[in-house]
């Protein structure tokens, strides 16, 4: 099935090279030493360019940040980095080793924010903030979203969430309910992963469809952070034996080479492969297998044309395929199927249905010598106002995930139509590991864990080497009394 072109707000999203977590404000700026008096810059990707500043006379967020009473005097520029977090990791580490303005306020990764707050390379917002600001936000704000953001140790907040991502399930639910398959429900308790992956074939089937489900496989940190760190927690698995370890390196337990883990991968060697060695009965091909090179984008695209029954992704994808142009009330979204409940997990917060937590946090840099004017900026973006712009302009979920519902889809697009299914996401957000090790162990993940599923090593043996490698990195922190 084909469809006509997206809107506006859909071509914004869509246009986003994301990775684990999605999205930037992004304004191109002439920087320097030159800058204008209380001009206060800000790292940001070019993938959403558009929303900082208005297009004619329509909303912008610099125009939110006024109305929200940062003073008129103050404006926003952008510092333009790479979309890639990686990349933006290495950029943002550079700057602030080298002590360097501007960047007045970086936006980080959710999952490489930490490392700055434990170096000393962030301001302290619980104590610069008025004490109304930091109450407003400990209490209206994601949880998941603000432990990304606080000193590990002190629980202090070090950086301020801009918006958090949450992983989704898109599918088609006019062909899934055609081929016998009743989807009600889905969107608040999914299903288990062998009816997902019957409905998706015998969809994809019915429709003569090239593809049932795809998702992100790639060897990158979208796939270790969040796609399979999502599956291997439906399964009851986890990487450091629950998630009350996933902040505090060194002295915890490894858990890669867990059965729970090693048939997560099994049964995504199955949807790749389908029946050959190191697979699971029960679970049919409906992945292709391009998708062990795919990230966010290569993956929607299919889904997003018609071609494909479901896909894995964020919530940009819904704004995309969720408008009248696109797939409208056609498209289904919930958070991921499941095979093991959480009362039959081993650990603490596994088991069924998981969405893993994106997101991106703005931090103030120590060495700017505009910092009040930073904090001003930082405090405005903590207003409803501002969040819903950010909302409507880009699709981005607000760190205050009640405004969702009380949204109207008219102002802010198709994510709004879903709330039940951002409101259990919340409730099921699965965070990375966080520390400081993480850039490094993430790299372990992804390679075995790609290496796997394209059938280059068996399951389990690359879980136990992967097992061995976690374990040296965890022995590194413990000799090094960090």
Do not use: K
């Amino acid at each position: 099935m084909g469809r006509t072109g997206p809107s506006r707000r859909a071509l914004l999203a869509t246009s986003s090279a994301v990775t684990a977590s999605v999205g930037a404000l992004a304004l191109a700026g002439c920087l320097g030493q030159a800058r204008e008096p209380n001009t206060i810059v800000m790292t940001a990707a070019t993938d959403v360019e558009g929303i900082m500043y208005a297009d004619g006379d329509g909303p912008s967020v610099q125009q939110a940040l006024w109305d929200a009473g940062l003073d008129e005097d103050i404006s926003v520029e952008i510092q333009t980095v790479v979309s890639d977090s990686a990349s933006r990791m290495q950029t943002t580490q550079s700057a602030l080793e080298a002590g360097r303005v501007p960047p007045d306020i970086h936006m980080m990764d959710s999952g490489w924010t930490v490392p700055f707050i434990l170096r000393d390379q962030t301001v302290n917002l619980t104590e610069a903030f008025p004490s109304d600001v930091v109450e407003r936000v400990d209490d209206t704000y994601l949880d998941a979203i603000l432990e990304t953001a606080r000193h590990p140790e002190t629980g202090d907040l070090h950086a301020l969430p801009l918006f958090p991502d949450l992983g989704f399930t898109l599918y088609r639910r006019d062909l899934i309910e055609d081929a016998g398959q009743d989807t009600s429900g889905w969107e608040t308790e999914p299903p288990t992963w062998e009816t997902f992956a019957t409905a998706v074939r015998d969809a994809r089937d019915g429709a003569d469809l090239d593809y049932g489900f795809t998702t992100q496989a790639a060897a990158y940190e979208g796939l270790s952070c969040c796609t399979f760190n999502e599956v291997m927690t439906t399964w009851g698995g986890a990487y450091y034996g629950g998630t009350d370890t996933l902040f505090a390196a060194g002295d915890r337990p490894i858990t890669v080479d867990d059965e729970r883990v090693v048939d997560a991968i099994r049964m995504m060697r199955s949807f790749i492969a389908g029946e050959t060695e190191n697979t699971l009965d029960g679970y049919p091909q409906i992945c292709p297998s391009a998708i062990v090179q795919w990230t966010e984008q290569e993956s929607l695209d299919p889904f997003a044309a018609g071609e494909a029954v479901a896909n894995r992704n964020w919530s940009f994808a819904i704004a995309a395929t969720g408008t009248e142009e696109a797939f409208g009330e056609d498209l289904g979204v919930m958070t991921r199927p499941y095979a093991v409940s959480p009362g039959e997990a081993a650990y603490e917060g596994v088991g069924g249905t998981a969405a893993a937590l994106g997101g991106w946090n703005l931090a103030v840099s120590p060495f700017t010598e505009r910092r009040e004017e930073a904090l001003q900026v930082l405090e405005a973006f903590a207003t409803e106002e501002v969040m819903l712009t950010v909302f409507e302009l880009g699709g981005f979920l607000p760190p205050n995930l009640d405004l969702v519902a009380e949204a109207d889809p008219e102002d802010v697009g198709p994510v709004a139509r879903y709330a039940d299914a951002v409101q259990v996401a919340s409730e099921n957000a699965v965070p990375r590991p966080a520390t400081d090790l993480w850039p490094e162990q993430s790299a372990l993940i992804y390679q075995a864990v790609n290496a796997a599923y394209r059938g280059a090593s068996a399951p389990q043996a690359a879980m136990n080497d992967l097992a061995e490698e976690l374990e040296q990195s965890e022995a590194e922190v413990e000799v090094d009394g960090s």
